[in-house]
Protein backbone atom coordinates (compact mmCIF):
# COMPACT_ATOMS: atom_id res chain seq x y z
CA UNK A 1 0.00 0.00 0.00
CA UNK A 2 1.30 3.40 -0.86
CA UNK A 3 0.12 5.92 1.86
CA UNK A 4 0.53 9.63 2.75
CA UNK A 5 -1.55 9.29 5.37
CA UNK A 6 -3.42 6.21 6.84
CA UNK A 7 -4.55 4.41 9.77
CA UNK A 8 -2.57 1.62 11.38
CA UNK A 9 -5.35 -1.19 11.35
CA UNK A 10 -6.40 -0.32 7.46
CA UNK A 11 -2.56 -0.61 6.85
CA UNK A 12 -1.45 -4.14 9.11
CA UNK A 13 -5.24 -5.68 7.50
CA UNK A 14 -3.79 -5.07 4.10
CA UNK A 15 -0.15 -5.32 3.97
CA UNK A 16 -0.60 -8.61 6.12
CA UNK A 17 -4.30 -10.01 4.81
CA UNK A 18 -5.91 -10.08 7.82
CA UNK A 19 -9.36 -8.95 8.97
CA UNK A 20 -9.67 -5.88 11.58
CA UNK A 21 -10.36 -8.14 14.62
CA UNK A 22 -7.26 -9.86 13.60
CA UNK A 23 -5.30 -6.75 13.72
CA UNK A 24 -6.80 -5.63 17.06
CA UNK A 25 -6.03 -8.62 18.72
CA UNK A 26 -1.97 -8.22 17.55
CA UNK A 27 -2.11 -4.47 19.07
CA UNK A 28 -3.50 -5.80 22.17
CA UNK A 29 -0.65 -8.12 22.15
CA UNK A 30 1.95 -5.63 21.68
CA UNK A 31 3.42 -7.17 18.51
CA UNK A 32 3.17 -3.96 16.70
CA UNK A 33 5.41 -0.95 16.37
CA UNK A 34 5.49 2.26 14.88
CA UNK A 35 8.94 3.89 14.77
CA UNK A 36 9.90 1.68 17.11
CA UNK A 37 7.46 2.57 19.96
CA UNK A 38 4.62 -0.24 20.74
CA UNK A 39 1.46 0.97 18.99
CA UNK A 40 -1.50 -0.18 20.57
CA UNK A 41 -4.04 2.41 18.79
CA UNK A 42 -5.93 1.05 16.09
CA UNK A 43 -6.38 4.49 14.72
CA UNK A 44 -3.12 5.99 15.23
CA UNK A 45 -1.77 7.28 11.30
CA UNK A 46 0.58 6.67 9.93
CA UNK A 47 2.56 7.89 6.63
CA UNK A 48 4.21 7.07 3.85
CA UNK A 49 8.00 7.16 5.94
CA UNK A 50 6.93 5.57 9.21
CA UNK A 51 8.64 2.63 9.94
CA UNK A 52 6.05 -0.25 11.17
CA UNK A 53 7.20 -3.66 11.83
CA UNK A 54 5.51 -6.76 12.89
CA UNK A 55 7.19 -9.18 15.43
CA UNK A 56 10.37 -7.00 14.93
CA UNK A 57 9.62 -8.02 10.74
CA UNK A 58 9.66 -4.35 8.79
CA UNK A 59 6.72 -3.96 7.01
CA UNK A 60 6.71 -0.59 5.77
CA UNK A 61 10.11 1.50 5.71
CA UNK A 62 10.43 3.89 2.71
CA UNK A 63 13.64 6.48 2.98
CA UNK A 64 12.46 9.97 2.44
CA UNK A 65 15.00 11.70 -0.02
CA UNK A 66 15.20 14.86 -0.36
CA UNK A 67 17.96 16.62 -3.54
CA UNK A 68 19.49 19.75 -4.02
CA UNK A 69 20.58 20.32 -7.76
CA UNK A 70 21.88 23.39 -9.59
CA UNK A 71 20.11 23.09 -12.44
CA UNK A 72 21.54 24.94 -16.22
CA UNK A 73 19.61 26.55 -19.29
CA UNK A 74 18.23 23.84 -21.38
CA UNK A 75 17.68 21.34 -19.30
CA UNK A 76 13.57 20.52 -18.61
CA UNK A 77 11.97 20.63 -15.27
CA UNK A 78 9.84 17.39 -15.88
CA UNK A 79 10.71 13.65 -14.97
CA UNK A 80 10.61 12.53 -18.85
CA UNK A 81 10.90 14.37 -21.91
CA UNK A 82 11.16 13.31 -25.68
CA UNK A 83 13.44 16.67 -26.75
CA UNK A 84 15.55 17.59 -23.60
CA UNK A 85 17.30 16.31 -21.27
CA UNK A 86 15.73 17.02 -17.63
CA UNK A 87 16.33 16.95 -14.37
CA UNK A 88 15.76 13.30 -13.62
CA UNK A 89 18.99 13.17 -16.39
CA UNK A 90 20.98 15.03 -14.23
CA UNK A 91 20.88 13.03 -11.19
CA UNK A 92 23.29 10.27 -12.63
CA UNK A 93 24.72 7.81 -9.85
CA UNK A 94 23.24 9.93 -7.24
CA UNK A 95 20.09 7.94 -6.53
CA UNK A 96 18.79 4.08 -7.93
CA UNK A 97 16.64 4.29 -10.94
CA UNK A 98 13.68 3.03 -8.63
CA UNK A 99 14.52 5.98 -6.15
CA UNK A 100 14.84 8.21 -9.06
CA UNK A 101 11.35 7.40 -10.65
CA UNK A 102 9.78 8.18 -7.42
CA UNK A 103 10.87 11.88 -6.73
CA UNK A 104 8.91 14.83 -8.20
CA UNK A 105 10.18 18.48 -8.39
CA UNK A 106 9.15 21.27 -5.88
CA UNK A 107 9.00 23.92 -8.16
CA UNK A 108 10.02 24.33 -11.74
CA UNK A 109 12.09 26.34 -13.10
CA UNK A 110 11.52 27.31 -16.82
CA UNK A 111 13.69 25.05 -19.53
CA UNK A 112 16.24 28.48 -19.95
CA UNK A 113 16.37 29.64 -15.83
CA UNK A 114 19.00 28.21 -14.06
CA UNK A 115 20.07 27.75 -10.25
CA UNK A 116 18.42 25.49 -7.29
CA UNK A 117 15.90 22.61 -8.11
CA UNK A 118 14.66 20.56 -5.48
CA UNK A 119 13.18 17.17 -5.94
CA UNK A 120 11.66 14.65 -2.89
CA UNK A 121 9.60 11.54 -2.81
CA UNK A 122 7.99 13.42 0.64
CA UNK A 123 4.98 14.84 -0.40
CA UNK A 124 4.45 15.97 3.12
CA UNK A 125 7.41 18.58 3.04
CA UNK A 126 7.13 19.55 -0.85
CA UNK A 127 3.34 21.00 -0.04
CA UNK A 128 4.41 22.97 2.64
CA UNK A 129 7.01 24.60 0.81
CA UNK A 130 4.92 24.94 -2.27
CA UNK A 131 1.66 25.83 -0.94
CA UNK A 132 0.22 29.00 -1.78
CA UNK A 133 -0.49 29.52 2.09
CA UNK A 134 3.12 28.89 2.99
CA UNK A 135 3.84 32.29 1.18
CA UNK A 136 7.93 30.98 1.15
CA UNK A 137 10.23 33.23 -0.11
CA UNK A 138 11.93 32.34 -3.41
CA UNK A 139 15.23 34.45 -4.22
CA UNK A 140 15.95 35.26 -7.93
CA UNK A 141 18.72 37.08 -10.02
CA UNK A 142 17.55 38.83 -12.63
CA UNK A 143 19.68 40.61 -15.59
CA UNK A 144 17.73 42.73 -18.20
CA UNK A 145 18.00 44.16 -21.46
CA UNK A 146 17.28 47.25 -20.73
CA UNK A 147 17.79 49.44 -17.79
CA UNK A 148 16.28 49.36 -14.64
CA UNK A 149 14.39 52.13 -13.06
CA UNK A 150 12.97 53.19 -9.69
CA UNK A 151 9.13 52.55 -11.24
CA UNK A 152 9.85 49.00 -11.14
CA UNK A 153 10.46 48.79 -7.61
CA UNK A 154 6.65 50.22 -6.33
CA UNK A 155 5.01 48.45 -9.24
CA UNK A 156 6.31 45.01 -8.30
CA UNK A 157 5.51 45.43 -4.47
CA UNK A 158 1.60 46.32 -5.97
CA UNK A 159 1.08 43.29 -7.42
CA UNK A 160 0.33 43.04 -11.50
CA UNK A 161 -3.17 42.00 -12.50
CA UNK A 162 -2.69 38.82 -14.66
CA UNK A 163 -5.80 38.63 -17.26
CA UNK A 164 -5.27 35.37 -17.90
CA UNK A 165 -5.51 33.33 -14.79
CA UNK A 166 -7.82 36.27 -13.35
CA UNK A 167 -5.14 36.87 -10.34
CA UNK A 168 -3.60 40.13 -9.40
CA UNK A 169 0.36 39.01 -8.21
CA UNK A 170 1.00 39.28 -4.14
CA UNK A 171 3.64 41.87 -3.69
CA UNK A 172 7.00 41.29 -5.55
CA UNK A 173 10.23 42.89 -3.55
CA UNK A 174 12.31 43.95 -6.44
CA UNK A 175 15.67 45.05 -5.34
CA UNK A 176 18.06 47.00 -7.88
CA UNK A 177 21.68 45.71 -7.54
CA UNK A 178 23.09 47.39 -10.60
CA UNK A 179 21.62 49.36 -13.73
CA UNK A 180 20.40 45.47 -15.78
CA UNK A 181 20.39 43.86 -12.96
CA UNK A 182 17.68 42.75 -9.75
CA UNK A 183 17.01 40.65 -7.15
CA UNK A 184 13.50 39.26 -7.06
CA UNK A 185 11.37 37.65 -4.32
CA UNK A 186 8.41 35.79 -4.98
CA UNK A 187 6.68 34.64 -2.61
CA UNK A 188 3.98 32.16 -5.12
CA UNK A 189 4.74 31.26 -8.64
CA UNK A 190 2.65 31.92 -11.40
CA UNK A 191 3.47 30.87 -15.02
CA UNK A 192 6.83 32.55 -16.26
CA UNK A 193 5.82 35.18 -13.66
CA UNK A 194 9.43 36.98 -13.63
CA UNK A 195 9.07 37.66 -16.96
CA UNK A 196 5.74 38.40 -17.48
CA UNK A 197 5.92 41.50 -14.40
CA UNK A 198 9.57 42.70 -16.59
CA UNK A 199 7.64 42.28 -20.05
CA UNK A 200 4.69 44.66 -18.76
CA UNK A 201 7.94 47.36 -19.02
CA UNK A 202 8.71 45.73 -22.05
CA UNK A 203 12.14 44.81 -20.79
CA UNK A 204 12.71 41.05 -21.70
CA UNK A 205 14.66 38.96 -19.56
CA UNK A 206 18.09 38.12 -20.53
CA UNK A 207 19.31 35.76 -17.56
CA UNK A 208 16.87 34.68 -14.96
CA UNK A 209 18.45 32.42 -11.52
CA UNK A 210 16.98 30.92 -8.94
CA UNK A 211 19.26 31.05 -5.42
CA UNK A 212 16.76 29.84 -2.61
CA UNK A 213 13.62 28.19 -1.60
CA UNK A 214 12.77 29.36 2.03
CA UNK A 215 15.52 28.35 3.80
CA UNK A 216 17.37 26.02 1.12
CA UNK A 217 20.10 28.09 -0.47
CA UNK A 218 21.80 26.41 -3.42
CA UNK A 219 25.50 25.67 -2.46
CA UNK A 220 28.14 27.17 -4.14
CA UNK A 221 30.26 24.28 -3.62
CA UNK A 222 27.62 22.68 -6.20
CA UNK A 223 28.12 23.24 -10.24
CA UNK A 224 26.24 23.36 -12.92
CA UNK A 225 24.56 19.93 -13.37
CA UNK A 226 25.16 18.99 -9.99
CA UNK A 227 23.22 17.44 -7.23
CA UNK A 228 23.58 15.99 -3.74
CA UNK A 229 21.35 15.34 -1.20
CA UNK A 230 20.47 16.91 1.75
CA UNK A 231 18.77 16.99 5.36
CA UNK A 232 15.55 18.42 5.91
CA UNK A 233 13.58 19.71 8.91
CA UNK A 234 9.96 19.32 8.87
N1 LIG B 1 9.60 33.23 -13.25
C1 LIG B 1 9.85 32.92 -14.53
O1 LIG B 1 9.53 33.69 -15.44
N2 LIG B 1 10.48 31.76 -14.80
C2 LIG B 1 10.88 30.89 -13.83
O2 LIG B 1 11.48 29.85 -14.14
C3 LIG B 1 10.63 31.24 -12.50
C4 LIG B 1 9.97 32.41 -12.23
Known amino acids: MSINRARLDRFISETCQIN ?12 VTVDGVIATDIAL ?29 GVVCATKDDKHRTVIDLLGELLSAEEKASLHIVGRLDLNTSGLVLLTNDSRWSEKLT ?24 AFSAGMYFAYENITTLPVVLTITSQYQAEVVLTEGRY ?5 MFGRFNNPVIALHRTSIGK ?11 SKLINVSI
Open 131 to 154: SPKSKVAKHYLVTLQNPLTQEYIA
Open 192 to 196: HQIKR
Open 45 to 73: PIYKFSVISLDNKVLQQHQALYVMLHKPI
Open 216 to 226: YVLEESLNLGE
Open 20 to 31: RKKVRLLLAQKR
